[in-house]
């Protein structure tokens, strides 16, 4: 009877080859795009209502309240932001720089530059920021598919609670949790379409940049819904598409061209107005009055018209319907979903501009 065959024993991968292994398509990203992460370094001036803790009560009661001071006082913030061009161009949020009065971009490898802000938008919280560099910058591109894929792996990068200045930025990992979401307006933001991810998102890495597997913008971090000031894992981005497109307005104008007029005044639909127009439910605006010759009224528009979507996404109320036209430009033409005498109509709008 033959011997059993020995198995051979399996050799010991060299450290090389276990390092290769621990390499993955995250990692290669993060490598890839850390270069360009920077951390943005803002003084800001605020004005603070000071009031005299010692004034007199019996004055106050026969002469009233003094009015009280308004004081200027010097602030300083840090966020976080991401290079675009070799040339020295930087997004982030209009909530970190849209009110600097100076600007410290300081980059992973230590350097730090003095930066100006070219323009910035508060509806959509984006803020176009340039320094002079001396030689070609790393830079980030937007990736190709405007619309990531819900359950995508994506990564978020930047500066939380600005604790690790001029320094590699750090790095979280998740998924797109979804897409589309709507969230009430802050501040002047108008955050609507927003990505949604479970990477963590701090305080400080507003401004950063959220990108795909491939090392690729898909978005800037900007939000986040927590109860304690943390991430509990429900983060919100500005869709690529939309920061390339008011970044290309704020490099070419210094701003977004928000001048807009329909000349259109409607109210909320309500209980009692549903009844009234029979509507099987109270949403949406109802035109109470138009301008004459106005872009309203030029696309057909009458009173009682009940707009109910614009461009096929439903208008709750009139904050809704606002927020939506802030997806568009002056002289953008808009498909408006209208019931009218119980019918539902559609009407093309161009959206005109102020005058001035």
């Known amino acids: 009877m033959s011997p059993a065959p020995q198995r051979p024993e399996s050799p010991v991968p060299p450290r090389d080859e276990i390092n290769r292994s621990r390499e993955t398509a995250l990692t290669r990203a993060v490598d890839a795009v850390a270069p360009a992460v920077v951390s943005v370094n803002v003084t800001a001036m605020e004005q603070v209502r000071y009031r005299d803790p010692f004034s007199d009560p019996f004055y106050e009661f026969f002469y009233g309240r003094r009015r009280p001071r308004v004081l200027q006082r ?90 690790f200045e001029a320094t590699d930025p750090t790095v979280t990992i ?94 909320n639909v309500n209980a009692r107005i549903a009844r009234a127009l029979s509507l099987n439910s109270a949403h949406g605006v109802v035109v109470d009055d138009l301008d004459p010759n106005s872009p309203a009224e030029s696309a057909g528009f009458q009173p009682y018209d009940v707009i109910v979507a614009v461009e096929g996404e439903a208008v709750e109320n009139q904050s809704d319907f606002v ?15 209208v019931i009218r005498n119980g019918k539902t109509i559609e009407l093309v709008m161009q959206i005109g501009r102020q005058p001035g």
């Open 174 to 267: 998740g998924v797109v949790s979804a897409v589309g979401r709507d969230l009430q307006p802050q501040e002047g933001h108008i955050y609507r379409d927003m990505i949604q991810t479970d990477a963590a998102i701090n305080r400080g890495n507003s401004g950063g940049p959220l990108v795909d597997a491939l090392g690729e913008v898909i978005g800037i971090n900007t939000a986040i819904y927590s109860e304690s000031g943390g991430s509990i894992g429900i983060g919100f981005a500005v869709p690529g598409d939309k920061v390339q497109r008011v970044v290309k307005e704020l490099r070419d104008k210094g701003a977004v061209d928000r001048s807009y007029y329909i000349g259109l005044y409607g109210v």
């Open 323 to 337: 927020a939506r036209l802030y997806d568009f430009r002056p002289g953008d033409r808009i498909h408006c979903s």
């Open 74 to 163: 010097q602030v300083k913030s840090l966020g976080s932001g991401f290079v675009i061009s070799a040339d020295g161009y930087i997004v982030t949020n209009d909530h970190v720089a849209g009110h600097a009065t100076a600007i410290t971009i300081a980059f992973p490898d230590g350097n730090t530059l003095e930066a100006k802000l070219l323009g910035s938008d508060p509806a959509s919280d984006i803020a176009l920021i340039k320094v002079e560099p001396d030689k070609p910058l790393p830079y980030l591109a937007f990736a190709a598919n405007p619309r990531p894929i819900v359950g995508e792996w994506v990564i978020a990068l930047g500066n939380p609670f600005g604790l």
